[in-house]
T-cell receptor, first 114, second 116 residues
Framework: AQKVTQAQTEISVVEKEDVTLDCVYE???????LFWYKQPPSGELVFLIRRNSFDEQNEISGRYSWNFQKSTSSFNFTITASQVVDSAVYFC???????????FGPGTRLSVLP | GAGVSQSPRYKVAKRGQDVALRCDPISGHVSLFWYQQALGQGPEFLTY????????KSGLPSDRFFAERPEGSVSTLKIQRTQQEDSAVYLC??????????????FGPGTRLLVL
């Protein structure tokens, strides 16, 4: 069975600090996809990144970066120089190669204080 | 273009009432998904449509839950004889292509259902 764990329930940081959100996953599949979504107070889930299991290259997009390590089954997300607008709940998710079994973690609530 | 829209945004129902939740996907999107998100939890899959065909309804929690997408566009999730445990946010998502691991789902703002 597939499972996603986000051990950090809530994190608070002061603006301009860097923050890393942890994600650990479990799957028996060799091909799978990992996602991060942001859920602001307005409620909709905003897609941030998709990564397939064969691409372990880390990715940077502006202040966001992702560290995928297959050896530890982790797909961590770092926000550099955090801003108040980054305050939201962030979800890590895992999906199999056929698009089924889309499993979300419980989410990490990030509060960035001014 | 417009994103996924859902209505109503909030719904309060008395226990035993029937409710209908609407989802307007992004125009041209083939796939449509419904999720249930309990307070403090991640979304959980309910059902999937490819055009008008409901290909997977394995996540529907009981036979009180029914979804349809008759013309392959707008979808309605209906909950009959609502119970307090049905209180949750119901999210709709759509994607451009048929079900595949790499496709990206775009989510609506959700309908927050409270059953009293």
């Amino acid at each position: 069975a597939q499972k996603v764990t986000q051990a950090q329930t809530e994190i608070s940081v002061v603006e301009k600090e860097d923050v890393t959100l942890d994600c650990v996953y479990e799957t028996r599949d060799t091909t799978y996809y990992l996602f991060w979504y942001k859920q602001p107070p307005s409620g909709e889930l905003v897609f941030l990144i998709r990564r397939n299991s064969f691409d372990e290259q880390n990715e940077i997009s502006g202040r966001y970066s992702w560290n995928f390590q297959k050896s530890t089954s982790s797909f961590n997300f770092t926000i550099t120089a955090s801003q108040v607008v980054d305050s939201a709940v962030y979800f890590c998710a895992l999906r199999d190669n056929y698009g089924q079994n889309f499993v979300f973690g419980p989410g990490t609530r990030l509060s960035v204080l001014p | 273009g417009a994103g996924v829209s859902q209505s109503p945004r909030y719904k309060v129902a008395k226990r035993g009432q029937d409710v209908a939740l609407r989802c307007d996907p992004i125009s041209g999107h083939v796939s449509l998904f419904w999720y249930q998100q309990a307070l403090g939890q991640g979304p959980e899959f309910l059902t999937y449509f490819q055009n008008e065909a409901q290909l997977d309804k394995s996540g529907l929690p009981s036979d009180r839950f029914f979804a349809e997408r008759p013309e392959g566009s707008v979808s309605t999730l209906k909950i009959q004889r609502t119970q307090q445990e049905d209180s949750a946010v119901y999210l709709c998502a759509s994607s451009l292509i048929v079900l595949a691991g790499e496709e990206t789902q775009y989510f609506g703002p959700g309908t927050r259902l409270l059953v009293l």
